[in-house]
């Protein structure tokens, strides 16, 4: 299933995708996150998605046109974001750091989330090289703590698409402020749905790629991660819990901005469109105001 989070009559609403239909899982009578979100059904696990798989056959579902409404981040507060940094070998080397001998973490502050489809936007008195990472995403979907390596995926609710937008002088420079590089209002982009862990045979065989302004920038394969997602949960959740709705964008690979010669950052009027096979495509335009 494609889960998603949209605003239909200036409401923020959860729901499922239906071929170009989405079905509104808050009339079904299923529970509503704070925001207004996916939350609270994450939180609730199989059993929950069962019902949403109820919602779909339902001959009453109240249901919109996609083209009708806006989609919006499918969580729109995760309570962490935990990121992987330098998880593919050739993205290191164009980096020019060593191959790690394990996960890479850091943070991405909630504020950071942003919609698939909404604007970029940053200060520039703060920062003036913004670069793109296409990720693949993995979205928790049950509690956990020291998960052993191989019922890792039982863990996992669902695949998405994150851009992790990265403010590179403040990333690298000085004092290296890798969360906060990454952390500035609009810097995840992420979406537009999450695909339950049913639907994707095997999330390491799944192309990835950025597109900037209608020029392929990044390509690669999941099978290359350094760190497999197996792998990244269970180091994540050793000594920490893993809570529904907690976000892990996987890394990325080769052909970021800041490597190329000469480099190349965001600027205003671009379009940054970010897509995972099998998962789904986010486009976001830079505007600076």
């Not at 409404?69 to 729109?76: E, G, K, M, S, Y």
């Not at 020019?96 to 991405?108: C, I, M, R, Y």
């Not at 010669?261 to 096979?277: A, M, Q, S």
Request: charged share 25%.
């Amino acid at each position: 299933m494609k889960l998603l989070t949209f605003i239909a009559h200036n409401e923020i609403r959860p729901g499922v995708l239906d071929g170009g239909t989405v079905i509104d899982l808050k009339a079904a009578g299923l529970p509503v996150g704070e925001e207004g979100d996916l939350l609270q059904i994450v939180r609730g696990g199989d059993a929950m998605l069962e019902r949403v798989r109820e919602a779909i056959d339902s001959p009453t579902r109240r249901t919109f046109d996609l083209d009708d409404v806006r989609l919006t981040a499918p969580l729109l507060a995760p309570s962490k974001i935990i990121a992987v940094g330098l998880n593919y070998i050739d993205h290191c080397k164009e980096a020019n750091l060593p191959v790690p001998t394990e996960p890479v973490l850091f943070s991405k502050f909630p504020n950071s989330i942003t919609g698939p489809f909404d604007e970029l936007s940053w200060p520039e008195s703060v920062t003036n090289e913004v670069d793109y990472e296409v990720e693949l995403a993995v979205v928790i979907g049950r509690r956990g703590r020291n998960i052993p390596e191989k019922d890792a995926l039982d863990y996992v609710c669902g695949y998405s698409v994150v851009n992790d937008v990265s403010a590179r002088d403040l990333q690298f420079a000085n004092a290296k402020q890798w969360d906060r590089g990454k952390s500035l209002d609009t810097f995840c982009p992420w979406g537009p749905y999450i695909v339950t862990r049913d639907e994707i045979d095997d999330p390491h065989k799944l192309d990835v790629r950025t597109v900037l302004n209608g020029k392929e920038m990044q390509k690669s394969n999941t099978k290359n991660l350094i760190f497999n997602i197996n792998q990244i949960i269970a180091y994540a959740s050793q000594g920490t819990t893993l809570m529904p709705g907690d976000l892990i964008p996987t890394g990325t690979p080769f052909g970021v901005g800041f490597s190329r010669t000469p480099p190349v950052f965001l600027k205003h009027g671009d379009v940054c469109e970010c897509e995972v096979e099998d998962i789904g495509r986010i486009v976001n335009k830079v505007n600076l105001k």
